[in-house]
């Protein structure tokens, strides 16, 4: 499965940003699929994913009430659409995707096995 990250860019704090990832290769509707995030000199941190199985979204507390995941299996798509951003928002946004059923796993990198390239947000304030 190869994952393509889109639609970073700079963007002023309170704005909003619309970040795609766009799957190939696989049945992508039988992924899990997770956003994750790198801030420079930070580890990389779960942002937030989407069950396959359920459809059921789960976030990390720093995103939630701002950060919506949807996905389009039609156009092999999952979205993570962003609002009210911050500049501790600014990082490198990675998505990816992972076969695993347990939504416990849904917060830990090694659940997923491929990884898109990411793609650089940036919040100004």
């Known amino acids: 499965v190869q994952l393509q990250a889109s639609g970073g860019g700079l963007v002023q704090a309170g704005g909003s940003l619309r970040l795609s990832c766009a799957a190939s290769?696989?049945?992508?509707?039988?992924?899990?699929m997770g956003w994750f995030r790198q801030a420079p000199g930070k580890e990389r941190e779960f942002v937030g994913g989407?069950?396959?199985?359920?459809?059921?979204?789960y976030y990390a507390d720093s995103v939630k009430g701002r950060f919506t995941i949807s996905r389009e299996n039609a156009k092999n798509t999952v979205y993570l659409q962003m609002n009210s951003l911050k500049p501790e928002d600014t990082a490198v946004y990675y998505c990816?995707?992972?076969?695993?059923?347990?939504?416990?796993?849904?917060?830990?990198?090694?659940?997923?096995?491929?990884w898109g390239q990411g793609t650089l947000v940036t919040v100004s304030s």
């Open positions: 989407i069950s396959w199985i359920s459809g059921s979204t």
């Open positions: 290769g696989g049945t992508f509707s039988t992924y899990t």
């Open positions: 990816a995707a992972g076969r695993f059923r347990t939504v416990q796993r849904m917060g830990v990198s090694p659940s997923y096995d491929y």
